[in-house]
Nanobody, 124 residues
Framework: QVQLVESGGGLVQAGGSLRLSCAAS????????MGWFRQAPGKEREFVAA????????YYADSVKGRCTISRDNAKNTVYLQMNVLRPEGTAVYSC?????????????????WGQGTQVTVSS
C-alpha cells in the first residue's frame, strides 16, 4: 500500500514556474515507477511525465517536453515536477501516481495508487 500526497500547486501567470511535490508513504517507494497526470475541467486525464525507480529514465508528453522536468529523491520518498514557461492550457488538477513495477507507463490504468491532486491555475 502506498499513499501519495501532492503539494505545490497554486495560481501563476503565464510564463511562470511551479514545482510540484508528491510525498509517498511506504518502504518500497524506490521500486515504483512514478507518474504525473493532469485533468482539466471537462477533459480526460492526461499523461504529463513518468520516471523509473532509479530516476535514470524519464518520459514526457509532447505538450510539456522541454518545459517540465520530473525527478525523484528516494531517500525522501518524494517525486517532483518542475514546470517552467507555464501556459493557460496547463490549468488542471495535477496528480501523481505509482506503479509497483514495469516501464514508463503513460496510461492511467497502469498505475495502482493515486494522490488527491493539487490545483494549478495559469492566468493569461
Amino acid at each position: 500500500q502506498v499513499q501519495l500526497v501532492e503539494s505545490g500547486g497554486g495560481l501563476v501567470q503565464a510564463g511562470g514556474s511551479l514545482r510540484l511535490s508528491c510525498a509517498a508513504s511506504g518502504r518500497t517507494f524506490s521500486s515504483y515507477v512514478m507518474g504525473w497526470f493532469r485533468q482539466a475541467p471537462g477533459k480526460e486525464r492526461e499523461f504529463v511525465a513518468a520516471i523509473n525507480w532509479s530516476g535514470g529514465g524519464t518520459y514526457y508528453a509532447d505538450s510539456v517536453k522541454g518545459r517540465c522536468t520530473i525527478s525523484r529523491d528516494n531517500a525522501k520518498n518524494t517525486v517532483y515536477l518542475q514546470m517552467n514557461v507555464l501556459r493557460p492550457e496547463g490549468t488542471a488538477v495535477y496528480s501523481c501516481a505509482a506503479a509497483p513495477w514495469g516501464v514508463l507507463y503513460t496510461t492511467p490504468g497502469k498505475y495502482d495508487y493515486w494522490g488527491q491532486g493539487t490545483q494549478v491555475t495559469v492566468s493569461s
